[in-house]
């Protein structure tokens, strides 16, 4: 073998080595472009939120369009409990429900053990607690706590967005009054939600925190 003949090979070597290193380059480019566009897919100031039903799946593909939306702003019930004065920084309770807003009937009272214990005696008569009351009272699995600061959330409060194709209002009050009544709330029928699902949902969408 001469020296050209040697200096070819060489050369022939690195040329199969650098096209190698191109194609691993390129593969492991193809293979991170889903993980690079999931990262850009996410909503730069809210979280990915889904229906009730569709949080069990949480698919985001188009034939799901309608089915999530982008909730921003939330805050937590534990950040409403200590801040009761709407309209004053940081936490901000919406203005057209003051904490002083009687829990029911807004929330359904039902017969339940747990929900009685939203109610007081004034002047030997026993009435609605306050939401800011409401927050105070430690249940089982502090659903009506979630539900309340979700329900605050909803009517802007801390100028929180959740989107109505993802939660109405009614449909947070019928969370509460479902839970209430049977001890569970049914996203769909056949599948029940007890305390900590129904946390995990409103926390997890970005609708609590």
């Not at 203005?95 to 929900?115: C, D, I, Q, R, W």
């Not at 699995?141 to 100028?159: D, E, R, S, T």
């Not at 009050?173 to 949902?201: C, H, S």
Request: charged letters at 15%.
């Amino acid at each position: 073998m001469n020296d050209h003949d040697t200096q070819s090979d060489s050369d022939d070597s690195r040329v199969i080595s650098t096209a190698k290193g191109r194609r691993r380059v390129l593969g492991a480019g193809a293979s991170a472009a889903p993980f690079l566009l999931t990262l850009v897919s996410q909503p730069a100031l809210g979280v990915t939120c889904f229906t009730p039903s569709r949080s069990l799946s949480r698919n985001t593909s188009l034939s799901q369009a309608g089915k999530n939306g982008e909730c921003t702003g939330a805050e937590s019930p534990g950040n409403y409990k200590a801040q009761q004065s709407p309209g004053t920084s940081p936490y901000n309770w919406p203005a057209s429900v003051p904490p002083t807003t009687a829990m029911h009937p807004l929330f359904y009272k039902g017969n339940s053990e747990g929900v009685t214990k939203f109610t007081k005696v004034v002047n030997n008569n026993t009435v609605s607690k306050t939401l800011g009351e409401a927050l105070n009272v430690n249940t089982s699995g502090q659903v009506h706590f979630h539900l309340i600061g979700a329900y605050l959330n909803k009517m802007g409060g801390n100028g929180a967005v959740i989107p109505d194709n993802v939660l109405t209002v009614s449909a947070i009050l019928g969370m509460w009054q479902e839970y209430a009544m049977r001890g569970y709330y049914e996203p769909f029928a056949g599948t029940k939600w007890y305390a900590a699902d129904i946390v995990n949902y409103l926390v997890s969408n970005g609708i609590t925190k």
